[in-house]
């Protein structure tokens, strides 16, 4: 057998194997933990040395509810003036557990500062969290705080 049509032969199967498409690598699957991740509930880490923190729990929250907390500095009318930390959390009928992280430089001294939340579920007020006041910007628990229904 000729040299010269064993030449061409192997050059025309590299080039088409050169030219085909590369198999594309599968999508990674999510795991169940993946799959389960609620938006605001991820753990935070440690402590930075810089911030501090109010935490506790929420009870009374039912499933699928979405609840808004709010640490705020609040004037002599009982009007929010700024914003201290806020957080989303979704209810799911056990006691939720909140940490809201903030600066204590931005903490003001004299002023009054609450902690305020809502619950909301398909867009409708159904719960308030009655307004706890934070005395120092200390690292600090507030405790269990029950959620009343909202008028």
Do not use: W
Not at 4 to 14: A, D, W
């Amino acid at each position: 057998m000729p040299l010269r049509p064993l030449v061409l032969l192997t050059m025309f199967s590299f080039l088409v194997a050169c030219s085909s498409e590369a198999p594309k690598p599968a999508a990674p699957q999510p795991t169940p933990q993946q799959e389960k991740k609620i938006p605001g509930q991820e753990p935070l880490g440690p402590l930075p040395a810089y911030q501090r923190e109010v935490s506790g729990t929420l009870n009374g929250v039912p499933a699928g509810a979405e609840v808004e907390l709010a640490l705020l500095v609040i004037d002599d009318r009982s009007r929010p003036q700024q914003l201290l930390a806020s957080s989303v959390l979704i209810g799911n009928n056990k006691p939720l557990a909140f940490r809201l992280r903030f600066n204590p430089q931005a903490f003001p001294t004299g002023a009054r500062v609450e902690l305020r939340g809502r619950a909301s579920q398909s867009g409708q007020l159904i719960l308030h969290l009655p307004a706890v006041r934070i005395q120092q910007a200390i690292t600090q628990t507030t405790g269990p705080l029950q959620l009343v229904r909202a008028p």
